[in-house]
């Protein structure tokens, strides 16, 4: 879609351009929200996405879930936009992989989907309904599509959309975190 790949370009740019002193204080609050939220605390198993560059930083959050004793899955991307969960119990696990992002091997377990409890959703940013624009990839899309778990997004309150552009098969999240609220739909 013409539309999202225009606005992707915008959101990149924005990102460019968010001063460094705001990335570091709203990723303290997205980590105090995560880390706080009932639904985290009580999950015994967790699927994050590996953070980089100026994306919401999971990977303090990653830490805390090892600390509490969770079982800690990130995707394992295949050719054509499946994925599936892999656990690791350690972020020395993970390895360069697809767009040189840390992932898990092939050797890592899989985690059903029935298993997971609470995933944390990538994008570039959130919408007031949840919806996201994530990469383009739509590895997400196809994987949370009749996910039980509570899915959630990380948005930076500075980018946050009134609303954007949808295609049928877009899935929003269950509950979306910036570093000023928590929202729920």
Not at 3 to 20: G, W
Not at 60 to 84: Q, S
């Given at each position: 879609?013409?539309i999202?790949?225009?606005?992707?370009?915008q959101?990149?740019a924005?990102?460019?351009?968010?001063?460094?002193?705001?990335?570091?204080?709203?990723?303290?609050?997205?980590?105090?929200?995560?880390?706080?939220?009932?639904?985290?605390?009580?999950?015994?198993?967790?699927?994050?996405?590996?953070?980089?560059?100026?994306?919401?930083?999971?990977?303090?959050?990653?830490?805390?879930a090892?600390?509490?004793?969770?079982?800690?899955?990130f995707?394992?991307?295949?050719?054509g936009g499946?994925?599936?969960?892999?656990?690791?119990q350690?972020?020395?696990?993970?390895v360069?992989?697809?767009?040189?992002?840390?992932a898990?091997?092939?050797a890592?377990?899989?985690?059903?989907?029935?298993?997971?409890?609470?995933v944390?959703?990538p994008?570039?940013?959130y919408?007031?309904?949840?919806?996201r624009?994530?990469?383009?990839?739509?590895?997400?899309?196809?994987?949370?599509?009749?996910?039980?778990?509570?899915?959630?997004?990380?948005?930076?309150?500075r980018?946050?959309?009134d609303k954007?552009p949808?295609?049928?098969?877009?899935?929003?999240?269950?509950?979306l975190?910036?570093e000023?609220?928590?929202?729920?739909?």
């Amino acid at each position: 879609m013409e539309i999202k790949h225009e606005l992707r370009r915008q959101v990149r740019a924005m990102i460019c351009n968010l001063p460094d002193d705001y990335i570091v204080e709203s990723d303290s609050g997205l980590y105090r929200g995560v880390t706080s939220l009932p639904e985290f605390i009580q999950a015994q198993t967790v699927m994050f996405y590996y953070s980089v560059d100026r994306e919401p930083r999971t990977l303090d959050i990653v830490n805390a879930a090892f600390a509490l004793g969770k079982t800690v899955a990130f995707p394992y991307c295949y050719m054509g936009g499946r994925m599936e969960a892999r656990a690791v119990q350690s972020l020395d696990e993970l390895v360069p992989a697809m767009l040189k992002i840390p992932a898990p091997t092939d050797a890592s377990a899989v985690i059903a989907p029935e298993e997971i409890d609470l995933v944390i959703v990538p994008a570039l940013t959130y919408d007031t309904d949840g919806f996201r624009l994530g990469y383009g990839g739509g590895y997400y899309d196809r994987y949370l599509s009749g996910l039980r778990a509570v899915t959630v997004g990380l948005a930076r309150e500075r980018l946050f959309w009134d609303k954007l552009p949808r295609e049928e098969h877009d899935i929003p999240v269950k509950c979306l975190i910036t570093e000023d609220r928590t929202v729920w739909f």
